[in-house]
């Protein structure tokens, strides 16, 4: 007689085919939690990188673009468009973990003068309108402060661009700062000792740049 194949294996044991069925339940349950946790990572990924960029931008000119003249300095101009007037500007996308806010601008083409700094900008303001007040403590934003300039003019807050000679790139920076005040200045501080002390406290920073 003619065995086949099938019929020349010896059947398994019971004992054996059990304990196959154990292994295989204790091996799903592994299986199915290692590709859970491979695909965790690349969701989160996702996720991260789809927050919004911390932007700042004005009205009043584009990056890169021609800051109007109502914005320049009067010291020393004879234009009557010249009011040395602060450029409206407004940020998106912050640090959540801001406390506060601040912003500095800066001469590029001048060894990087510094020519505002306004600072402790609560955080629940994303924007700065034109013409903040020649004061230390502004009306509006309320709660901020701003250092004195000392140079082709002698006052608190915003003096803009002086460079009738030539064509000068200006920098505005929007630090988001992990406090809420900078209590170590006042408003004998100059501007340099608060520039420091802005960067020290900084989370992130959004920039805007303008010619004058």
């Known amino acids: 007689m003619q065995w086949t194949e099938q019929q020349d294996r010896k059947p398994e044991e019971p004992s054996v085919t059990i304990k196959r069925v154990v292994l295989y339940a204790l091996l799903i349950p592994w299986t199915v939690g290692l590709s859970t946790t491979a695909a965790t990572p690349s969701i989160a990924a996702s996720s991260e990188a789809g927050g919004a960029a911390f932007t700042l931008t004005s009205t009043a000119f584009t990056e890169g673009g021609v800051i109007p003249k109502v914005h320049e300095c009067t010291s020393g101009g004879n234009d009557p468009r010249q009011k040395n007037e602060s450029p409206?500007?407004?940020w998106t996308g912050g640090p959540t973990a801001a406390q506060s806010y601040a912003l500095v601008m800066r001469d590029l083409d001048n060894r990087n003068l510094i020519h505002w700094v306004i600072y402790d900008i609560p955080v629940n303001v994303a924007s700065l309108p034109q013409n903040v007040e020649h004061v230390y403590t502004p009306s509006v934003p309320s709660g901020a402060r701003q250092v004195?300039?000392?140079?082709?003019?002698?006052?608190?807050?915003?003096?803009?661009?002086?460079?009738?000679?030539?064509?000068?790139?200006?920098e505005f920076v929007i630090y988001a700062l992990n406090k809420a005040t900078l209590s170590e200045l006042d408003s004998s501080s100059s501007t340099q000792t608060a520039a420091r002390a802005i960067t020290n406290a900084t989370l992130g920073s959004a920039k805007l740049t303008g010619e004058s």
Do not use: D, E, I, M
């Open 88 to 90: 409206p500007l407004a």
């Open 148 to 170: 004195y300039y000392r140079g082709s003019a002698s006052l608190f807050g915003y003096q803009g661009p002086c460079s009738p000679g030539s064509v000068n790139t200006y």
